[in-house]
Structure formats: structure tokens, C-alpha cells
């Protein structure tokens, strides 16, 4: 009597989707930071307090391991972007326009009650619109993570920019005219099949009493 031939069983791994991480950064303290002046993209060299915020941020995220780093082209954002990688080891700094500073126009160097006595309908000529931030910053993201699925990436970036992503990602729930984002902060998402989800806003736990707003 024949032996009943059994079927093959397939035996394909169960893979999990891959998941890309990034570490959104904003920069150290300039002293128009401290003293709530837009600067917009002048190239503002970071003070003794932004580059220790910078520092500690550096040495908490030396704790995981990144496969890039990437920066905004302005002068602050790079320059934490310079100290970071020093820390880190990494020996390459990618520069993406699309995370630049917000141009502030006319606002440039003002401080917000300035801003408001002298543009009290909100409309300053000159001044690039948080859509438009929002919209570039958001295709920046996108383009990093196609690119670099799996991978583990850092971006050091601007208020408006990152908090333009973190209000897209969260439907607008949290981010631009929403909440503040304080200065050295990480926010961390994650990309999966082609979906943005946001692991954890406007970190600060890491700056050991130096956060600050601005």
C-alpha cells in the first residue's frame, strides 16, 4: 500500500515591516534666542549656554546608533550638527536645504511684541508662510526616509521646521501655533510602509536643567 504523498509546507519567514527612525534636533542657543529675536537665516554663531544644550543632546543620542546625519544649512543648526558628530563619530554631515530656517521678512531681528505693534493684522511682507515650511520641511522627511529605509537618521533642524513635521505627522494635534518647542530638544519618529507616526515630542529630559524655549 502506497504511503500518502503529504503536501510541502511552505516555510516563508513572517518578515516585519521595516521601520526607519529619525531624530529630529533643534539647535543650541544663539543670543537672539535668548533674547526672542527672530533671526530667520542669518548666520547667527550658537552662545556658551546653545552649545552646552548641544552637548548634552549629543551625549544622550551617543547612547543608540544613527546612520546619518543631516543638517539644516544655517549657520546654528550646522554648527550643533558640527558638535554632534564630533561626539559621535560621524564623519559626514549631509546639508538639506529644505530644513532651513523660516524667513521671518520684515520681522527679521524683532522680537514678538514688536512684531505685533508693528504688523497688527499678522501679515508681514516678506515672510515665508508656515504652509510653505510645513510643505518643504515634510518633503525633505519624505525623501530621507525613501531613501534610507531602515536606517537610523538624525536631522538638526529649526523650530518652525521641526514643529511644521510633528503638526502634519499628528494631524495637527500638536506643532506649529499649537505648542513650543524648546531649544536642544529631540523629537523622534518612525516611518513604516509609507506611514509617519510620532514616538515622542520636544524631549528635554536629557538638558539637565539647560532647556529653554528660545
Given at each position: 500500500m502506497r504511503e500518502a504523498v ?188 509609507g506611514e509617519w507616526r510620532l ?10 536643567g539647560f532647556a529653554t524655549e528660545?
Amino acid at each position: 500500500m502506497r504511503e500518502a504523498v503529504r503536501p510541502a509546507v511552505a516555510t516563508v519567514a513572517e518578515t516585519s515591516p521595516v521601520t526607519t527612525t529619525v531624530a529630529l534636533v533643534r539647535h543650541g542657543q544663539t543670543d537672539a534666542n535668548r533674547d526672542q529675536r527672530l533671526q530667520g537665516r542669518e548666520d547667527r554663531e550658537m552662545n556658551e549656554k546653545g552649545k552646552e544644550q548641544v552637548r548634552l543632546s549629543a551625549e544622550h543620542l551617543a547612547a543608540y546608533p544613527w546612520d546619518l546625519l543631516v543638517s539644516s544649512p544655517t549657520r546654528r543648526a550646522l554648527q550643533s550638527a558640527e558638535l554632534i558628530a564630533q561626539r559621535l563619530g560621524i564623519t559626514h554631515i549631509e546639508i538639506v536645504p529644505e530644513f532651513m530656517a523660516r524667513e521671518p521678512g520684515e520681522a527679521h531681528n524683532l522680537t514678538p511684541r514688536e512684531i505685533d505693534e508693528r504688523f497688527p493684522d499678522g501679515q508681514v511682507p516678506g515672510s515665508e508662510s508656515r504652509e510653505h515650511v510645513r510643505e518643504r520641511a515634510m518633503r525633505g522627511l519624505n525623501h530621507l526616509a525613501q531613501t534610507n529605509e531602515g536606517k537610523r537618521i538624525l536631522i538638526v533642524a529649526h523650530r518652525e521646521g521641526i514643529n511644521g513635521i510633528v503638526w502634519v505627522v499628528s494631524g495637527g494635534q500638536l506643532g506649529t501655533g499649537i505648542s513650543q518647542l524648546k531649544i536642544g530638544s529631540i523629537t523622534l519618529l518612525e516611518y513604516q510602509q509609507g506611514e509617519w507616526r510620532l514616538a515622542d515630542y520636544n524631549g528635554t529630559g536629557h538638558l539637565d536643567g539647560f532647556a529653554t524655549e528660545r
